[in-house]
């Protein structure tokens, strides 16, 4: 028996996960002035982060390094760059994984995302493709400016919400179900006591590769409770492969067709970057994954390379020089069967199994990356943009990439029970009661950093949340 050192502990919603996703949704939810708990596994900094080590196998995804477990999440020290995903993802192609809502549908949740992002120049409606010609143009990425730490921005507003209650410290263990399959009570670890959290309505929002470990432990104390799409739960995780200097640009007039192709349309422009971006319907034509190609190390001739330069000073801290390299950064097709999260025989202090994490390239993606790579050549050097070496590492399919890290696909989002984990308003297929949010739902990755979708995604569950309570 456990000692509970919070006997009753009650609300309309229980969100466990204090990062982007839980917080965002704990506020938005409290709008609607429903009672809501949030609870954290870290503390105000972090805390140890022995609970989430993982056995890796395959590319590493350097775990360890990514995640942070404290109140904010992995925003303590994420990058900030936010991009929405392009309305082609939402659409089908042969990879087959599809997301079950339209982009249109996003692109309300993606302007008020773009508050809690500090993303002041973004306008959903142009922040898709911008072209330069028919084949080739320019995809936006923003800075989140001042970076939002969520843990620090948003510390007031949770702890002063008549409507919220944080407890830190407070790890989710597992959770009770009813006959009926729906949770009954969340078992929450707090400060070394077991309690019960009684909710109408939890969500699960620990991170891409949390949500899958816990789901997978919730399953294994209940093998019942899942049907068909409890095989989905771990299945198929994604990154954003980078490869870093994947090849080499002699830049002829990368300025003048940049300067007057992708800024003169929307004018001198800040606290953004343009990378270079098949069009949509040479993607659909190839059939290719979706990718950028960032420019690196350039020369600055105007305001708006200035800042780029400014940027990539920062990031490379390397001197300029008319030869860039460039940086592939790609979508990666799901697939069940080479890449997944799955639970290791090792155990964490509260006794849960630990992460094993498989993560490979398949050929298929490879196929795609070679295809997308040549054609970017083709359309740069037609363009008289500059000459493109591609380095024989990649065209051998021998370059190892760098993890995102973004962590995707794990619990992904689909139209019915035998496609996935969670259905089109995120609430699992299995257990009506309980939502999971975060990247995990993703069922493709486009190439756009994760945190602006998921932070839309909060958003939305937050308005469908209100409508089945009121
Ligand atoms: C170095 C780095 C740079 C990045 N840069 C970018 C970028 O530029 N752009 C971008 O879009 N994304 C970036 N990311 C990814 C970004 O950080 C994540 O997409 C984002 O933090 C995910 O938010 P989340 O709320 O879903 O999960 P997290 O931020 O991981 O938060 C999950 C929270 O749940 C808590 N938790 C976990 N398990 C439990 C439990 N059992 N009980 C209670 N609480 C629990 C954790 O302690 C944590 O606070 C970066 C990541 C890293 C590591």
Redesign the pocket.
């Known amino acids: 028996m456990y000692k509970m050192k919070f006997p009753n502990l009650e609300s309309d919603i229980c969100i466990?996960?204090?990062?982007?996703?839980?917080?965002t949704a704990a506020l938005e939810i409290a709008k609607s002035k429903k009672s809501i708990l949030l609870?954290?596994?870290?503390d105000f900094s972090p805390?140890d982060i022995t609970?989430?080590e993982a056995e890796e196998h395959g590319i590493p995804t350097h775990l360890q390094?990514?995640?942070?477990?404290?109140?904010?999440?992995?925003?303590g020290?994420?990058?900030?760059?936010?991009s929405p995903l392009d309305a082609s993802n939402f659409q089908a192609n042969s990879f087959e994984n599809m997301w079950p809502i339209s982009y249109e549908e996003m692109i309300p949740y993606y302007d008020e995302a773009s508050e809690y992002l500090n993303l002041h120049s973004f306008r959903a409606d142009q922040a898709s493709h911008q072209r330069i010609n028919d084949k080739i143009g320019g995809k936006r990425f923003y800075f989140?400016s001042p970076v939002t730490r969520?843990g620090v921005q948003f510390k007031n507003a949770i702890l002063k919400s008549k409507h919220i209650r944080f407890l830190k410290q407070?790890?989710?263990?597992d959770f009770s179900v009813d006959q009926d399959s729906r949770v009954q009570s969340a078992i929450?670890d707090i400060e070394g006591t077991r309690n019960q959290i009684k909710a109408k309505q939890y969500i699960l929002?620990?991170?891409?590769i949390?949500?899958a470990r816990?789901l997978l432990n919730f399953k294994k104390q209940n093998p019942n409770v899942f049907q068909e799409d409890g095989f989905y739960i771990g299945k198929g995780f994604m990154d954003h492969p980078h490869f870093y200097n994947v090849g080499r640009l002699i830049s002829t007039g990368f300025n003048r067709i940049l300067n007057k192709s992708l800024t003169d349309e929307y004018g001198q422009t800040h606290k953004h970057q343009n990378f270079l971006q098949l069009s949509p319907e040479v993607r659909k034509e190839h059939d290719l994954l979706n990718s950028v190609l960032r420019i690196h190390d350039s020369a600055p001739e105007s305001e708006f390379e200035e800042q780029m330069a400014q940027t990539l000073k920062n990031n490379l801290n390397e001197p300029w020089s008319s030869s860039k390299s460039l940086v592939f950064m790609t979508e990666q097709a799901y697939s069940a069967d080479s890449s997944y999260v799955e639970l290791s025989a090792n155990k964490d202090s509260?006794g849960?199994n630990k992460t094993k994490i498989t993560w490979n390239l398949t050929e298929k993606d490879w196929d795609s990356y070679l295809r997308s790579i040549n054609l970017f050549k083709k359309e740069i050097e037609k363009q008289n943009i500059g000459y493109v070496k591609i380095n024989k590492t990649f065209l051998d399919r021998k370059a190892i990439p760098s993890a995102?890290?973004?962590?995707m696909g794990t619990t992904k989002m689909a139209s019915k029970r035998s496609k996935g984990v969670v259905n089109e308003n995120l609430a699992s297929f299995s257990v009506p009661n309980l939502y999971v949010?975060?990247?995990?739902v993703f069922p493709r990755g486009g190439c756009?950093?994760?945190?602006?979708t998921?932070v839309a995604l909060a958003i939305r569950l937050a308005k469908h949340i209100e409508k089945t309570l009121s």
């Open positions: 466990i996960g204090s990062g982007p996703a839980g917080i609870i954290e596994a870290g805390k609970p989430f390094a990514h995640r942070l477990r404290m109140f904010g999440g992995t925003s020290h994420w990058a900030g760059w936010c989140s969520f407070a790890t989710l263990v929450v929002a620990c991170g891409g949390e949500n816990l509260f849960l995102g890290p973004h962590h949010l975060g990247s995990s756009a950093n994760p945190t602006f998921i």
